[in-house]
Every structure is written in structure tokens, then in C-alpha cells.
């Protein structure tokens, strides 16, 4: 992480607004604390200020010393249980992914796959209990209250068990960096934050000109004294109120992340542990044996059976069997403004129309009701279009073929895609 490094703004909104935008399986499925935090972190610009006088009585530290303490920790080993709520306004992503990808269990997929499972994090509240040993081995479980879902990854082996259904899912991963699903094979999904120092470093990837970062006050989490670092956006018109994050004082780990919306009410992410212990875990923490009789599905197979069930469950939609997929490909992207208030624009391939009404029966009854649920007709000096809202995410659809997304207001919206005309 360089606290100082701003060059890679814009090029993230864009990246993070493409892959919003793919298509209406694949948004309800990837709609998850991950994306939206990486998205929320476009833009960090480093404001020194003395953190105010609390309890517990910290030494005074600048925002610019905070940062770097983040940067120069080197804990790789603790345990401990996180809770995390998430609100981002839109229906409970568990039961709707599963609608949306029912044809995974049709084709033999397994119910412990990390793709499927995890997107559970981006709604409602979970308690996990998660182990680190260093880079190569760490533990997730998400404990419920009559079952457990872990994922273990040791070395180059990835295991995820679901008790429930006593489905067990193994891969082979990069040991090296941990990017084995960009490789063809599958691992814990990159990119899905499950401590809050995950979501601190999504969200303190770059910085620029137009956030205000400052240390306001102390606190204590988990037991711990910590400084709380807030990030406010210094433009209007973002759906981002504040990122609050509370830094261990002694380590420099990140203890709590909060994410807060602009319009108000209760955090859109609050992610922070309630307990946590710097010593080396139980090497028994990294090792798995599946249980008997469990069914074992291996990551090679579970893709091959994806791919078959999106092959044999995609509708059709005006303009092509591509649809909404064919955005991923489409040619023209551009980002208008910058920092916060940036806004994608995004041409549909060929200028062909975004079907916002499909036919009946071309959306699963549970995706059609996820999108109709924040969804606004709004016109302007561009013609005429739908925004697709949550708390913080806001898309623009247009009747005549392109896309506006950002972390920005409806209104926000509607300015950028006049301004485009």
C-alpha cells in the first residue's frame, strides 16, 4: 500500500463500474462489501491533523503517521471473532444468489463453494471467527446458529466445508499470491474483505486532492487502545459520508472499519472485532480432513458445472444473446469528473439498448423483484432511463444504450449523463 500514490483514481472507478454493470446475474451475485469498498476507496488524500484528546490517552499522531504505522505492520499471526454488518439497501443477497444461480445445484455444484457463499457477507449481519498464520494460511468461518461454514486455506490447499449440508469444496492455489481463481482454478474469491484490516487497505489503496483524512479522537475495540482515522469525501454529490477506521495504537492493525452513507441512518458496512488475540494460532486452525460421508467437490469440476448452468440458464434479451454480459466487452468506457463524484459512462456494444423491462419469464421472479425494487424512471437533457439505486452504488441505465455508475447520488447521475450530451 503507498499512502501517497493517487496515480490509479480514476482507472479503479472505471474498473470497479464495469464490473458492477456485467449483467443482472452476475451484479446480484458480486453486489458485495468487497466491490463496494473497493469502489468507496477511489481517492484519499492525506490531511495531518492531531488526534483529539479521548479515552483512552493516546500520544498525539498526525493522519500521515497513522497511515504509515497501517503500512509498516507486520502482525501476520491473530485470531478472533469480527461481526459485520452490512446495509446496502437492497434485498438479502443469500437466498437471491441462490435463485439466480439455481442451476449450479441442477449441475452437481456444491453448496460450499466460496463463490456462492460468501456473498451471504453482502447484506444482514454475521459473526466469523478467522485465523492468520502468515500469507499461506488462513481461516474463515461464518458461524450461524445451528451450522458453521469455514474456509481454510493452508499452503497451496483451499478447503471450504459446509456443516449444514456436509458438502466439502477443494482447490489447488497459488501459493505465491493467492490469485488461483484469474489462473483457471478457484480459492477463497480475491478481493472479499473478512477483517477490517481488509477493508482498511481496499480503502487506502490511493489517495488525491479530494478526501480529507484526519485523526478524530481514540477509542477502544476488542479490548484494545486504538485512534480512530476518518475519510470524508471534500465533493458533493457522494452517496460516501465517512470511512471510519480504528487503528490498534500498539500494532497498527486495523480493528474496526465503518462505513457510513451521506444520506444518514445506520452504517452501510460496519465490520470490527469483538475479540482478537496476536498470538500464533493452533496449527490445527489451518488443517481439515472432510468428514464421512460428506460429498467433496473439486474446483476444477465446480467450474466446469458452472459454466454448463450459465450456458444452459441464459435468457434472452433485445439485442442478442449477449445482453447485459456483452457491457463487460463494450467499447467507449469513459469516467466523467474525478475523486468521489466520478462517474463511469459505459456504451452497450453496438449502441443497442439496455433491456430494463425484459420479457416475462426471461428473469428469475427473485431478480426481477431485486431490480424493480430501486429502480426510478428519470429523464433529462440525455433522453429518458432508469436508475438502479442502493445506499451507495447508483446506476444509470438509458433507454438508448449506455450506462452511468458511481458512488454518487441519483441527481449526480443525471448531471453526468446531461454533461455527456
Known amino acids: 500500500m503507498a499512502p501517497n500514490d493517487s496515480a490509479e483514481t480514476t482507472g479503479n472507478a472505471a474498473d470497479e463500474a464495469t464490473g458492477t454493470m456485467a449483467g443482472r446475474r452476475r451484479a446480484a451475485r458480486y453486489v458485495v462489501p468487497v466491490a463496494v469498498a473497493g469502489v468507496a476507496a477511489a481517492t484519499i488524500g492525506l490531511v495531518p491533523a492531531l488526534a483529539d484528546s479521548g479515552d ?27 461481526k459485520i454488518s452490512t446495509d ?12 439466480l444461480a439455481q442451476g449450479d445445484g441442477a449441475h452437481g455444484g456444491s453448496s460450499a463453494d466460496p463463490q456462492e457463499k460468501l456473498t451471504e457477507l453482502a447484506s444482514g449481519t454475521h459473526t466469523l471467527r478467522v485465523a492468520a498464520d502468515g500469507p499461506d494460511k488462513q481461516r474463515v468461518s461464518i458461524l450461524d446458529s445451528a451450522a458453521e461454514y469455514s474456509v481454510i486455506r493452508n499452503g497451496d490447499q483451499v478447503w471450504a466445508y459446509d456443516s449444514k449440508s456436509n458438502e466439502a469444496f477443494h482447490a489447488t492455489g497459488d501459493k505465491a499470491s493467492g490469485h488461483a481463481e484469474k489462473r483457471g482454478e478457484a480459492t477463497v474469491p480475491d478481493g472479499v474483505p473478512t477483517t477490517p484490516k481488509a477493508f482498511a487497505e481496499e480503502a487506502l489503496k490511493t489517495a488525491g486532492p479530494t478526501t480529507s483524512v484526519t485523526v478524530d479522537g481514540t477509542a477502544q475495540v476488542a479490548g484494545r487502545d486504538a485512534y480512530q482515522l476518518v475519510i ?14 480504528a487503528v490498534d495504537a500498539k500494532n497498527g492493525v486495523p480493528l474496526k472499519f465503518t462505513l457510513s452513507p451521506s444520506s444518514g441512518g445506520k452504517a452501510v458496512i460496519d465490520a470490527g472485532f469483538t475479540g482478537v488475540d496476536f498470538a500464533k494460532p493452533a496449527a490445527s ?33 433485445p439485442g442478442g ?24 459512462e459505459i456504451e452497450a456494444p453496438g449502441g443497442r439498448a439496455v433491456p430494463t423491462s425484459p420479457k416475462s419469464g426471461d428473469v428469475p421472479p427473485a431478480a426481477q423483484q431485486f431490480l424493480d425494487s430501486f429502480g426510478d424512471k428519470v429523464t433529462g437533457k440525455f433522453g429518458s432511463g432508469t436508475v438502479f439505486k442502493t445506499r451507495l452504488v447508483n446506476a444509470l441505465m438509458t433507454d438508448d444504450g449506455k450506462v452511468y455508475v458511481g458512488l454518487v447520488t441519483k441527481d449526480a447521475l443525471v448531471r453526468a449523463a446531461d454533461s455527456a450530451n
Not at 446496502?88 to 435463485?99: M, R, T, V
Not at 470524508?232 to 477506521?245: C, F, L, R, V
Open 56 to 82: 483512552p490517552d493516546l500520544p498525539k499522531i498526525t493522519a500521515q503517521q497513522l497511515i504509515e504505522k497501517i503500512a509498516a505492520s507486520d502482525t501476520e499471526q491473530l485470531s478472533g471473532t469480527v
Open 285 to 317: 486452525s489451518f488443517t481439515f480432513t472432510p468428514p464421512k460421508g460428506a460429498k467433496v467437490t473439486e474446483a476444477d469440476d465446480a467450474k466446469a458445472q458452472r459454466q454448463a448452468g450459465k450456458q444452459a440458464q441464459d435468457f434472452e434479451v
Open 321 to 344: 444473446p449477449a445482453g447485459l454480459d456483452g457491457l463487460a466487452g463494450g467499447k467507449g468506457v469513459k469516467v466523467i469528473g474525478e475523486g468521489w463524484s466520478a462517474v463511469a
Open 232 to 245: 470524508k469525501p471534500k465533493q458533493g454529490g457522494s452517496t460516501i459520508g465517512a470511512i471510519t477506521i
Open 88 to 99: 446496502l439497501g437492497i434485498p438479502s443477497l443469500g437466498g437471491l444468489a441462490g435463485s
